[in-house]
């Protein structure tokens, strides 16, 4: 045991502080005792606080040694886990009693099987951990931190040295320098007949119609013949038959790419001999560079047709009607952008528009939707997806007198309407359908709501809209009752609506059954004589479609039929919105310039317009075109990656006749679109992916000479399974960014990024695709072998669990401060010197003491002198005495054999004189007592 010192130059204080010592000492050496107490008191704290700043510590070598056994449960040591097993637990039978031991499970991630113990109890492994990469240098990392503190370290690692991820050699060399020995036990798997498909090379780029060469890379140790398929997405584009010989085996096949876009490739070899098939097949992506790919959803009406003729030279459209748009991401990702041409929302599919915002947003796909009375406000995009996304927002504030609004509710409450679908039923979406038209409603509205099974019951009796809380509350008092009876409801509506003093009045009538087929002849006629207009809205396929059709029709309003109970709050809104007619203006106006855009690029002038939907512009979002009192008409928005645009005229000529004749609409509408798609990034900038140790890298170069000059930038990553993150790019030269992020999983990885260049906010979209477990990649350079972990750690190769116990482990010196204990005695003797200074506490006994101490000192050196004394005079007489016996001793021929009885005269003699000498000393010892 040793002290160590964290810092010395405290100690220089210990020359300023002797004099303070020294010098009093000396003043008071003929003191009181008293005041030689205080000053030793504080000559002791003033040491001990000098030595507590120096951060002084306890050092004493450690004599526990801890064993930490690291285990490869990876995939590629799985048919050899019983091995791994046995030998730990033959190991632990050699152990001492005294010896601690851990156990820890690694592959990508590692866990703790055993804390470390005296007493450890193995029974295999009972921890998960992910076994699709083998990363040696976490597992070492984790061991380390398991290590008690003051005990010997000892690692055994239990591994083939098959790493894919991580640095296990710079871990080492740390685990080395602070003292931990690595010893390994390779489990190296013999040989086996593997055929390997290690490489899919395709053009980065190519063009539309390009032939292309994709390329398979096969790795073999056996000769064997092999079948080789090539899809082009989905497609099988060849099937070959070969040979593969001993080593690596390339194959090249070609293709004609014919449509634009990102197109995957999969290649699957079926060798007659192997022994994994994991490592079987591998996929590779082409982007193809082509013209921008537009789905246009329209109506049977044809709201885009103009559309499609003024962009089919610079566009590929798609058309589609909204109930036949895709649903899946995949089949939306392969467009650039959206067109929606006047189309009401509650035609469009749930998944449609969830996965429509999801490329959007993360993709950075684009969004266009003109305008017309099935869109925006009439469209029912109030409070949904839609108006999310879009630019403008749907709930407008009337600028100038609107007609005040009688709307009346005629809900379906019988059993039926219990039914429904994800736990909602149908009556409860009715009822948020009718909450949510209260909102839309001016307090000079009037609303009233009719609950109906085979009775009547007025749930809200028909009042201004001005405490819509209220009405709500009421609304949502309305329970499911019995039967169907649709004409008493429908005649009780009637007649309340035809003495009120409104300029417009409506009802809507849900429905889910069957009812009265004849009987409306007064209700109809009443309707019509009083301007009362009807909208039904038909339920599920039990409804009866026909009669509310002819309703519909016979009430001038609109017929609505939906599969998709959702639907029915957005038909509700669009319904208030279009009886209260706050939405459409029939006008014609010079549309005014606000904001400039590359949109407005090469535009002199802008022709006339007859009308809009009425919207409002959002904070976030940038008005090009505005129309009467700066309603917006052309406005641009951000929306995650993605660009969306609100056009509120429409785009088939109602609106538009002179805008369809302008001879630069053409030029309007491209610029449009290539704003929308963000089509030159590509030109400027190239990105590039790799796959390195479970991670995929991301690397964005400048082609040009000017570069984006931030720091940092930031995308989307969207992994194989749809979830989505945030992923930053570093600079790491002038013009060049690279970041990466964790690709554990098989699959395409998706990345999607935002550039601002030039002042023109543009994208990149690149991708990676993952392939199997690099477990199964057994033609892999990387890895290590045990001798070269023994080497690096100065640790040994293990033959067998016996040799575990039995290697030499560095020594570890462990420490404890002692710095506050230090500091906490020196406070403690300054505390004393103040008590005794104010206490009048007696040393006499210290005197007494001292003088007793003294005393004894002298007696014991003046016996010790008196001794020295006679040994000196005896000494010198024997020495004499021998010099005369010398002298008379005749010579060895005449020398006589000496009589033993002279002998013990002789030794008697001495005796004598010795005791003399202790008998006189004892004397004067006696005489100074008495």
Not at 250 to 279: A, H
Not at 376 to 390: A, D, Q
Not at 485 to 490: F, G, N, Q, V, Y
Not at 565 to 580: C, Q, R, V
Request: include cysteine; proline fraction near 3%; hydrophobic fraction near 40%.
């Amino acid at each position: 045991m040793r002290l160590s010192f964290d810092h010395l130059y405290p100690l220089w204080l210990i020359l300023l502080v002797l004099p303070l010592i020294i010098l009093p000492f000396i003043k008071y050496a003929k003191k009181t005792t008293r005041q030689k107490v205080f000053l030793t008191l504080r000559t002791l704290t003033a040491l001990l606080i000098i030595l507590s700043m120096c951060g002084v510590s306890l050092v004493k070598t450690a004599k526990d040694t801890t064993t930490i056994f690291i285990s490869d449960l990876s995939d590629s040591t799985l048919d050899r886990q019983k091995l791994i097993e046995n030998f730990i637990s033959d190991a632990l039978k050699s152990k001492d009693s005294n010896d601690i031991t851990g156990i820890i499970g690694f592959g990508a991630d590692s866990s703790t099987e055993n804390e470390p113990s005296k007493q450890t109890i193995f029974n295999g492994f009972q921890t998960s951990v992910d076994t699709d990469f083998t990363n040696i240098s976490g597992a070492l990392l984790h061991g380390a931190a398991l290590f008690p503190p003051n005990t010997k370290k000892r690692m055994v690692l239990i591994t083939d040295g098959l790493e894919n991820m991580g640095d296990s050699e710079r871990q080492i060399r740390a685990l080395q320098q602070n003292g931990t020995i690595v010893d390994v036990y390779g489990v190296v798997k013999g040989d086996f007949e593997e055929v390997q498909l290690s490489q899919v090379l395709v053009p980065e780029k190519a063009g539309k119609n390009q032939v292309i060469d994709i390329a398979a890379h096969i790795e073999s140790n056996v000769k064997t013949k092999a079948t080789i398929l090539l899809y082009a997405g989905n497609a099988l584009k060849h099937e070959q038959q070969v040979d593969l010989d001993l080593g690596t085996n390339k194959f090249i096949f070609t293709d004609t790419v014919s449509s634009g876009g990102v197109l995957s490739y999969r290649v699957e070899i079926i060798p007659e001999k192997d022994t994994y098939m994991e490592n079987n097949y591998l996929s590779s992506f082409v982007t193809v560079n082509d013209l921008p790919v537009i789905l246009l959803i329209e109506d049977e009406d044809g709201q885009g047709e103009q559309i499609i003729k003024m962009l089919e030279e610079h566009v590929t459209i798609e058309v589609k009607a909204p109930e036949e748009a895709p649903q899946t991401l995949e089949s939306l990702i392969k467009y650039d952008g959206f067109i929606l041409a006047d189309i009401s929302i509650e035609r469009f599919n749930a998944k449609f528009l969830t996965n429509l915002e999801n490329v959007v947003k993360n993709q950075g796909k684009g969004l266009l939707v003109t305008g017309g009375d099935s869109s925006y406000g009439p469209g029912g995009y109030y409070k949904t997806i839609l108006e999310e996304m879009l630019p403008v927002n749907i709930d407008v504030k009337p600028k100038e007198e609107k007609p005040n609004l009688a709307l009346l509710l005629v809900i379906d409450k019988s059993g039926s309407m219990t039914e429904g679908q994800y736990g909602i039923s149908r009556l409860e979406l009715a009822k948020e359908a009718a909450i949510r038209s209260t909102e839309v409603l001016e307090p000079k509205d009037m609303l009233g709501v009719i609950a109906f099974d085979d009775s009547i019951k007025w749930v809200v009796d028909l009042q201004l809209a001005t405490d819509k809380g209220a009405l709500q509350d009421q609304i949502a008092t309305i329970v499911p009752g019995g039967g169907t009876s649709i004409r008493p409801s429908l005649e009780a509506a009637v007649n309340a609506l035809i003495d009120t003093d409104t300029k417009l009045k409506h009802i809507i009538l849900l429905t889910d059954g069957q009812a009265e087929t004849t009987g409306y002849e007064t209700a109809i006629n009443n309707m019509r004589d009083h301007s009362i207009t009807l909208s039904t809205v038909a339920v599920g396929k039990g409804s009866d479609k026909l009669l509310l059709q002819v309703l519909a029709n016979a009430g001038g309003g609109r017929y609505y039929l939906t599969d998709e109970f959702s639907d029915i709050p957005s038909i509700f809104t669009k319904e208030a919105f279009m009886a209260g007619k706050k939405y459409l203006n029939n006008v014609t106006f010079s549309p005014t310039l606000i904001n400039w855009s590359q949109i407005m690029k090469g535009i002199d002038a802008v022709p006339e317009l007859d009308g809009y939907v009425a919207t409002t512009i959002k904070p976030t979002s940038k008005l090009l075109l505005a129309g009467p009192e700066d309603d917006p008409i052309l406005a641009t928005g951000q929306y995650g990656l993605g660009r969306t645009i609100a056009w509120t005229s429409d785009a088939n000529g109602l609106w538009t006749a002179k805008w369809l004749t302008w001879d630069q609409s053409p030029s309007f509408w491209t610029n449009l679109i290539s704003w929308m798609v963000q089509q030159d990034m590509d030109k400027k900038y190239t990105a590039t992916t790799s796959y390195e140790g479970g991670e995929g890298v991301i690397t964005v170069k400048s082609l040009g000479e000017e570069a984006v000059s931030a720091a940092e930038i930031s995308g989307i990553l969207v992994t194989p399974e749809g979830t989505e993150t945030e992923v930053i790019l570093e600079a790491t030269a002038p013009g060049t960014y690279t970041g990466s992020f964790e690709a554990s999983g098989e699959g395409v990885y998706m990345i999607n990024m935002l550039l601002e260049s030039e002042g023109v906010t543009e994208k990149i979209v690149t991708g990676l695709n993952v392939g199997y477990s690099p477990e199964y990649n057994f033609y892999s350079k990387r890895g290590i072998t045990p001798e070269r972990i023994a080497e690096l750690s100065g640790g040994r190769v293990l033959k067998n669990a016996k040799e575990v116990f039995k290697g030499e482990v560095l020594p570890v010196v462990g420490s404890n401060n002692i710095s506050n204990i230090l500091l906490l005695l020196g406070l403690i003797l300054f505390m004393s010197e103040i008590a005794i200074r104010k206490t009048n506490v007696s040393f006499s006994f210290i005197d007494r003491f001292m003088k007793a101490f003294t005393s004894k000192g002298r007696e014991i050196k003046a016996d010790i002198t008196e001794y020295m004394a006679t040994k000196t005079v005896q000494t010198k007489e024997v020495v004499q005495g021998q010099s005369i016996q010398e002298r008379k001793k005749p010579s060895k021929e005449k020398t006589a054999p000496v009589n033993s009885k002279g002998k013990e005269k002789k030794q008697e003699k001495a005796q004598t004189v010795d005791r003399s000498h202790i008998d006189v000393l004892l004397d004067k010892k006696r005489k100074r007592g008495q």
